[in-house]
């Protein structure tokens, strides 16, 4: 990538847009670990954390990337994920720290019985419980601009109040490439160096990079109920059969991964990337849709984020 | 318009279904565009970028579905596709019907990846405005044909030349509402032509079209056979990029980060904000400016035979040499300058206004240093291009100053390179960004005063008299007993053999300071000069006591860093607004409350109270006496 396979328009080379966009996220986290006391990734093992780990081991070459992971953990996770994450962090060289929401552990939240509370304790809460708890005061997240009509708007570097909540009124102006880190008593950075990348610059760069993603990401035969019109992967003994429900054997593949009772799956023969890109490209729903959660309206994602929700 | 029954103009390339391997090789070479769509609430900006997204496929049938039921409820086209709804984000702006902030869109074609900074044209936004304009390599600016060219295009153009962006495009919007008329397009272009001489412009392309209809917009229009130009998105897709003109420059390369993970490895990691470095290059460190060669390009995908401005990198050196962040990196034969008074233009971007003496922190690259407005010379009314007099500039103002550093930086003009031309400024107690600011160029006195370094030193002065200087500064609202406490104490050390000299507010505002008034521009001012002097007396080796209500924190904590570290003592002479009221010494509670005094401290001016005070002292429960009495002691442990 780093080396300039040039595109010669006229006079001088041009860099393409990947290699403008990881230069880009290199100057970002190399900001943050200048102007930080006590730094953080977000590692959700998704593709988009996938690449922001990437491009972090990029950024401090020849130094592992100088601050630890974290991730939120719902004990609900496709076992393939977990799989991924622990070897991930080890090739890395970096700290992985697993946080568990206590209170959600103790109620056995989960999310066959407690629908939105699933969401709100495990992942909003616990988010809130690890920063606080290890003192993190900027958080790398792997947000895009591109996911969402709320997210176009979100700076750079976004501030979070001492209670985590952002103010989409207040936003610091952001010029250039400067970015002001200055931060009040008890405030908080949300980092999102892949702001500007989209879901496609991203299918690309794993790609180009070669890097290792979630095997649920390419199709095979999996075991899957359909309820509620979405595919669900039964994935371990945990889940719970409805009525008349018989997991079936179908080659299916997920565009997003997250608890796995909650992420539909969509069929597909799709098994290499070149192949899962031109799914995507030739598609013609959004990455979204198949998350449960911003269904209600078109404005739930951005009510989530004033709470604290990533 | 029903879109189920018209194609996507812009087809998806068949090469998806029939050949990915050779979609995906050629979709690696594709450069990248950002550019700013600018312009007045109803010139259908929104709904420009909603086609643009549309016609390159970027919506999505599930967006599509949310888009025609939102159109329904809420949108401005009586039920048919509201374009605008596609990007009016935050759930406020959709209700209001206007975008009230910077918004990033996404699309890509065949040859380019493009970026889109939506801003919104209310006049007040300017702020928006600049910022997206700071990172554009172009920007369009749409007129409504119906309209011509407004005030507010006036406002846009002149910021989008301000911020230096050199491929401008005219687009003349809503062709279909003047029957495709080319005398009406001509008409503008000239009306435009005109101004764009004015400001400075050197060039701009005009296309004429239908955000609507989609004229000109990705095909060329059956309805516009006069025009003969290339449409919106075939010249998005040729136009140059920033890159490519910066790497044709001398190499500059801020410092970000030392990369140090072991003795044997120290490397210097920053983007490369101008030209082309090669192992072997003379380098020079700036501001240090000394000089080594460059020893290696380190990438985690190995060493580099060379590297281009845009990419970020890891240089080594070949000699042990000091550098650092905020240092940057040139070729050796062609420095940059490097100076501590600048002039340059601010655009003002919050709501408290611009205090002239007051320190702010600039960052600029990636330096981060202090830095006071020493004198503002102008503010320009960007509607009529006229100058004002002006000493301070409000939100969305645009003026032009001289602006001093507290140390050397190395910098270059805007104009040639943004990098280490653009700054911004950053309050240092609310620590927002307050100002985005353009550097014209270093101002010559800058270099040419220097420090008389003096043999009888500070030290001298201070030991024959056997003391340690200080200043002891007392502030509090008028009435509050600053000046009582202050003459006591001065008249306690002064029997007990001590030198000292008290500086009083009303004493000064007669002589040194008769010239400046209660504005806050006026009080940062006061401050300024009482601290400076106040300075200079702990150079000749005194205890100095000041009686100011010196209202603002920031002031205060100016005057603590001018001094030597624990020279600076606060006293808070804590008294309530109520009980300094009652007192009413000198008559001016009442003066104020009856509205003859403007910008009284309590009043209607501000009081902001100390964090940081040395001492404090409540004069409802303590005589002036005892109040003293504290201090005195305090001075007097500090001593020995």
């Known amino acids: ?310 | 318009m029903n879109l189920q029954d018209k194609d996507p103009v812009y087809v998806t390339d068949a090469l998806i279904a029939e050949d990915i391997d050779a979609y995906l090789l050629k979709h690696q070479h594709k450069t990248m565009l950002r550019f700013i769509t600018c312009g007045s609430v109803d010139d259908g900006k929104s709904t420009l970028i909603g086609r643009l997204l549309y016609d390159s496929k970027m919506i999505f049938e599930d967006q599509l579905a949310s888009l025609e039921n939102d159109s329904k409820n809420v949108g401005t086209q009586g039920g048919e596709i509201d374009f605008a709804l596609l990007v009016d984000g935050l759930a406020a702006e959709r209700e209001q019907g206007i975008t009230i902030d910077v918004a990033y869109r996404f699309f890509a074609t065949d040859k380019r990846k493009f970026i889109v900074a939506d801003t919104p044209g209310h006049e007040q936004y300017t702020r928006n405005m600049v910022t997206g304009a700071s990172t554009a390599d172009l920007a369009v600016i749409l007129i409504d044909a119906r309209q011509g060219v407004l005030t507010q295009t006036r406002r846009h153009s002149y910021l989008v030349n301000l911020l230096g962006i050199k491929n401008v495009v005219l687009a003349v919007n809503k062709m279909d509402l003047v029957d495709y008329s080319a005398e009406r397009f001509y008409e503008i272009v000239s009306d435009y032509s005109h101004f764009a001489k004015q400001i400075g412009m050197e060039s701009f392309l005009p296309i004429p079209i239908s955000g609507l209809k989609g004229d000109n917009i990705v095909t060329k229009s059956p309805a516009m056979p006069w025009y003969q130009g290339p449409t919106l998105l075939g010249h998005l897709e040729e136009a140059p990029v920033n890159d490519a003109r910066m790497q044709e420059q001398p190499f500059r390369m801020a410092v970000q980060w030392v990369n140090r993970p072991n003795l044997d490895f120290r490397g210097f990691a920053g983007q490369i904000g101008a030209g082309q470095v090669r192992p072997g290059d003379a380098i020079r460190v700036l501001p240090s400016g000394k000089t080594t060669t460059v020893k290696s390009i380190v990438t985690f995908d190995g060493d580099l035979d060379q590297a281009v401005a845009g990419q970020s990198v890891t240089i080594t050196f070949a000699d042990e040499i000091d550098c650092s962040r905020g240092d940057v990196i040139v070729r050796s034969d062609a420095p940059c300058e490097v100076a501590d008074q600048f002039e340059a233009t601010l655009v003002w971007m919050a709501e408290q206004e611009m205090l002239p003496g007051r320190p702010y922190i600039l960052k600029i690259g990636t330096q981060t240093v202090t830095a006071t407005v020493t004198e503002p010379k102008y503010e320009v009314n960007v509607n009529t291009l006229e100058h004002l007099a002006s000493k301070t500039l409000g939100l969305n103002a645009i003026g032009v100053v001289n602006i001093s550093t507290d140390r050397p930086i190395p910098f270059e003009a805007y104009a040639t390179n943004p990098d280490l031309g653009g700054f911004i400024l950053i309050d240092r107690m609310s620590n927002a960004t307050v100002a985005a600011g353009m550097i014209h160029f270093a101002l010559r006195r800058s270099q040419n005063v220097h420090w008389q370094a003096l043999d009888v030193d500070r030290e001298a002065h201070a030991s024959l008299k056997n003391q340690k200087p200080a200043v002891v500064w007392f502030t509090g609202l008028s009435g509050s007993g600053k000046s009582t406490i202050a003459n006591i104490v001065e008249k306690k050390l002064h029997a007990l053999g001590k030198h000292t000299f008290l500086l009083d507010g009303d004493n000064i505002r007669h002589g040194l300071n008769r010239d400046l008034g209660f504005t806050d521009a006026d009080r940062v001012e006061n401050i300024r000069r009482v601290g400076e002097v106040a300075k200079l007396m702990t150079d000749a080796g005194l205890i100095v006591l000041t009686a100011f209500i010196s209202p603002f924190r920031s002031e205060r904590q100016m005057v603590r860093d001018l001094m030597a570290p624990g020279e600076f003592v606060e006293v808070f002479v804590d008294t309530p607004l109520a009980v300094a009221e009652s007192r009413d010494v000198k008559g001016l509670y009442k003066k104020a409350r009856a509205g003859q005094l403007k910008n009284f401290t309590g009043i209607d001016s501000p009081y902001e109270l100390p964090q940081q005070a040395e001492i404090t002292v409540n004069t409802v429960d303590l005589t002036p006496e005892d109040a003293a009495e504290r201090i005195v002691q305090y001075v007097l442990t500090r001593m020995s």
């Open chain 1, 1 to 310: 990538m780093s080396s300039i396979e040039t595109e010669t328009e006229g006079r001088a080379a041009t860099l393409t847009h990947l290699q403008r966009l990881e230069a880009e996220s290199i100057q970002i986290m190399r900001e943050v670990v200048a102007s930080a006391d006590n730094p953080v990734m977000l590692y959700s093992v998704g593709k988009d954390s996938a690449c922001m780990l990437h491009l972090a081991k990029k950024a401090f070459y020849p130094a592992p990337p100088p601050f630890p992971l974290l991730h939120v953990d719902t004990t609900w996770k496709f076992r393939a994920m977990y799989e991924l994450r622990d070897r991930a962090a080890a090739a890395a060289g970096m700290e992985l720290i697993v946080h568990h929401n206590p209170e959600a552990m103790e109620k056995g939240i989960n999310p066959f019985d407690h629908g939105s509370l699933h969401t709100d304790m495990w992942k909003t809460d616990g988010l809130k419980q690890a920063l606080s708890k290890f003192n993190f005061d900027v958080a790398f997240g792997g947000a895009r601009r591109d996911e969402e009509k709320s997210r176009a708007k979100e700076r750079v570097f976004s501030f979070r109040s001492a209670n985590h909540r952002w103010d989409p009124k207040n936003q610091r102006p952001e010029l250039w490439k400067l970015y002001n880190t200055r931060k009040g008593k008890g405030e908080s950075i949300r980092v999102f160096p892949l702001s500007n990348w989209t879901e496609l610059d991203i299918w690309q760069y794993i790609h180009l990079e070669g890097i290792d993603i979630v095997p649920l990401y390419f199709s095979d035969k999996r075991p899957v109920v359909e309820r509620d019109g979405l595919l669900i992967m039964v994935d371990d003994e945990r889940f719970r059969l409805r009525d008349g429900e018989q997991p079936m054997m179908k080659s299916v593949r997920f565009r997003t991964l997250g608890c796995y009772p909650l992420t539909g799956a969509v069929e597909s023969e799709a098994r290499t990337l070149p192949e899962v890109i031109q799914e995507m490209l030739l598609t013609t729903t959004s990455e979204r849709q198949g998350r449960a959660i911003d269904h209600d309206q078109s404005a739930s994602m951005e009510k989530k984020k004033q709470e604290g929700y990533f």
